[in-house]
């Protein structure tokens, strides 16, 4: 954000006139307002209260979802109509690209009719590079007003894992001073965009995300960032309320073509069944590390064990929804079991040491991890296992894969906590955090810092609960 007006002041402005804004279309189904707001304007999106939908069954499409969008620069309107006064007619379109697209067809849907400039762009090695049949970049052409080429872009991204969040690939093709075509490549870092989402969980995670249209990949980082306070396999409830804060990426103030444009969690809110998570990303400033997620107090949002041995998908989620799973609860047979089809990978829910890798009478196929203390986790009726005894794995690692192996009346993983050979109920250790603080430093920063983020989750949870005000 370019010199932020005082956190606080916007703030209350933000959720006054967000507020007023929900109550004041809280009968329409799809409402799109702007609202100009001292130095940045929010766009608030599809609110579809249920209020107004009573008579219906609730439906993923009729759910409430709010979309809130800060362009966080201003366009230069002067120069951009001045150019506009010098220039003959001229047109700009864009088009995002097919696996199956060739030069030509990509051409035409650009609107350019230019033999010259299409010569150019097939025998050219960078073009080739960054056009070479792909999908889902995205193209820009300008032309005149008969189809002859005066420029054109691409945009998509780039190969290098460690940049491909912060930064895409750009293509220009124009003609330099002496006339002639010429193809240039740059990394350029994109821009960001935030956006804030609620939604309810009905069915499943991904429905509720789909329904506050919240891309796939902020869905899982949300998940990902609560696997050590919620099993979303087993303790997910009906009710249940979630409220995110995303970067949206934008290359060139449009907002990318690929993954959906999804960026970052800056923040983050989960109440499951009674209680409240929250977690917040910090990147200190004047640290060596690189950012992670805290909670509100600054103690690091980070546990000792997974919730679940069983990363959130939308086939795992689905599976429990569609068909009813073997879960019994921990004291049925001392183990948790979770219905999944076979493949699904299976992974340490904490750091430590593969004790047994291999069969176990009954169980199967089945790895277990000593994580020190006298603890250990047993994963059972695996259908291949992927590590070897005395292996170290890091928490999350994978370690073998979805069976029914043993004893199994069908695939599913049978899950165990043992304490010096004592089985304990798995809920009861995954939420002893292992809380670092950050130093004193770094929680002054990280307290600037927090009050944004606690404000903007505040924001989004009132437009939500605005939108639906019988649903508290
Ligand atoms: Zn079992």
Redo the contacts with the bound molecule.
């Keep these: 954000m370019t010199a932020p007006p005082p956190a606080r002041e916007l703030l209350a402005a933000l959720r006054l006139r967000a507020g007023a804004w929900a109550r004041a279309h809280r009968r329409a189904f799809v409402a799109v307002a702007t609202v100009g707001l001292a130095g940045f304007g929010i766009t608030a999106l599809a609110l579809a209260p249920l209020a107004a939908i009573s008579s219906f069954a609730p439906d993923a499409a009729q759910l409430p979802r709010v979309t809130i969008s800060e362009p966080l620069e201003l366009p230069a309107l002067a120069p951009q109509l001045r150019a506009l006064a010098e220039q003959e007619l001229e047109l700009t379109r864009g088009t995002v690209s097919r696996s199956t697209d060739s030069l030509d067809a990509l051409l035409a849907r650009l609107g350019v009719h230019d033999v010259e400039a299409a010569d150019f762009l097939r025998h050219d090695a960078t073009v080739a590079l960054a056009l070479g049949g792909r999908a889902g970049r995205m193209l820009r052409a300008r032309t005149d007003g008969t189809g002859r080429l005066v420029e054109l872009s691409a945009r998509y991204p780039v190969d290098a894992h460690a940049r491909r969040g912060t930064h895409f690939n750009r293509l220009r093709v124009q003609r330099d001073e002496s006339g002639h075509w010429r193809a240039e490549l740059d990394e350029v870092a994109f821009g960001t965009q935030l956006r804030l989402a609620a939604g309810v969980v009905r069915t499943s995670l991904f429905a509720a995300t789909d329904a506050a249209d919240v891309p796939d990949a902020v869905a899982m980082q949300l998940a990902e960032i609560f696997a050590i306070d919620i099993d979303f396999h087993r303790e997910l409830r009906r009710g249940d309320r979630f409220v995110i804060v995303y970067e949206v990426l934008s290359a060139d103030g449009e907002v990318v073509a690929w993954n959906e444009g999804a960026g970052r969690v800056l923040a983050a809110e989960f109440m499951s069944g009674g209680r409240t998570h929250r977690a917040l990303w910090f990147a200190d400033p004047g640290g060596q590390a690189r950012g992670s997620y805290y909670s509100p107090d600054g103690s690091s949002h980070r546990g000792a064990f997974l919730a679940s041995p069983l990363e959130l998908s939308r086939v795992t989620s689905g599976f429990a929804a569609r068909r009813d799973p073997i879960s019994?609860r921990w004291g049925a047979?001392l183990?948790v079991?979770y219905a999944a089809p076979t493949g699904t990978p299976v992974r340490a829910v904490g750091a430590g040491t593969v004790e047994t890798a291999g069969w176990m009478r009954g169980y199967g196929l089945t790895v277990t991890v000593a994580h020190g203390n006298g603890r250990v986790t047993l994963y059972a009726h695996l259908s291949r296992i992927g590590v070897r005894r005395g292996e170290r794995v890091a928490q999350g690692q994978p370690l073998g894969r979805v069976g029914a192996t043993g004893w199994a009346t069908g695939p599913h993983l049978?899950f165990e906590f043992r304490v010096q050979g004592v089985h304990r109920d798995p809920d009861a250790f995954a939420r002893n955090g292992e809380a670092r603080p950050l130093s004193p430093q770094a929680l002054a920063r990280f307290a600037m810092q927090r009050e944004l983020a606690l404000g903007q989750l505040e924001v989004a949870a009132a437009l939500a609960s605005a939108a639906q005000p019988g649903e508290r």
């Design positions: 019994q047979h183990g079991d049978h």
